[in-house]
């Protein structure tokens, strides 16, 4: 894993406490058995590739390293920052996320069409942070709601707190026609689970499964068309 700074020729070892900005390089795809009538592609944005051990595990689970995805994760927990950051970064990224918290930062990316997913908007809230407006505007920019699974293998109580901001978030994103998909965030071995189990856990709450892999497959593909386009520069708007 490497730490990112706002320019690709420049990389650090990654410090002990959680960097705000971090590239995934070659992230997980499978191309699965045939479900419920459709070839499925099972993606995972944010498995730590570099780590050997833990990529070994994913293939043991089904998981299937590509070779030219890049996946940009930010967490600054302040707009601007993050913003000057989606400037630099939108035209070599496939997966762009933003991890939400502040009503502000919610707003903000799922207002910019060059995000691609939101992740975690009700982070250090009581509430779940994705409420009717900041579904619609989701839905009419194109932006993503990304389930963050690691957060459902802390204890009981958490657990149960985090389904139910699912079942909410995942209610709105179906009333108003905004996607959604999930990640595993596994920064360990113990964090990986069979993408099977992944769509359970949807599938639990009274919603599809297999439209949160659908969903990751779309935006790869689309950003992939651009991004192989002779000037990707521009393509995405503000």
């Known amino acids: 894993m490497r730490k990112r700074s706002g320019h690709h020729s420049q990389q650090t070892e990654t410090p002990v406490s959680k960097p705000s900005l971090y590239i995934y390089r070659n992230p997980l795809f499978l191309t699965s058995k045939l479900f419920q009538g459709i070839i499925l592609k099972f993606y995972d944005p944010c498995l730590d590739d570099e780590d050997e051990e833990l990529v070994s595990k994913a293939r043991e689970l089904g998981w299937q390293n590509p070779s030219k995805y890049d996946t940009l994760v930010l967490d600054e927990g302040e707009w601007g920052k993050i913003k000057r950051k989606v400037d630099q970064n939108r035209d070599e990224i496939h997966v762009l996320g933003v991890k939400g918290g502040g009503q502000k930062i919610n707003r903000e990316a799922v207002s910019d069409p060059r995000v691609d997913v939101l992740i975690h908007p009700g982070k250090d809230r009581k509430d779940s942070g994705f409420d009717?407006?900041?579904?619609?505007?989701?839905?009419?920019?194109?932006?993503?709601?990304?389930?963050?699974?690691?957060?459902?293998?802390?204890?009981?109580?958490?657990?149960?707190?985090?389904l139910s901001e699912w079942r909410k978030n995942l209610g709105l994103c179906k009333k108003y026609d905004a996607r959604f998909t999930i990640s595993t965030f596994a920064a360990a071995e113990h964090e990986l689970r069979h993408p099977r189990d992944l769509m359970s856990m949807i599938e639990s709450l009274g919603f599809s499964g297999s439209e949160a892999f659908n969903t990751s497959e779309a935006i790869i593909e689309r950003n992939s068309r651009k991004l192989d386009s002779d000037s990707p520069s521009g393509v995405w708007k503000r």
Do not use: I, P
Request: net charge positive; glycine share 4%; charged share 25%.
């Open 132 to 162: 009717r407006g900041t579904a619609q505007l989701a839905s009419r920019n194109n932006v993503s709601l990304c389930l963050d699974f690691s957060r459902v293998l802390e204890d009981n109580k958490q657990r149960t707190h985090v």
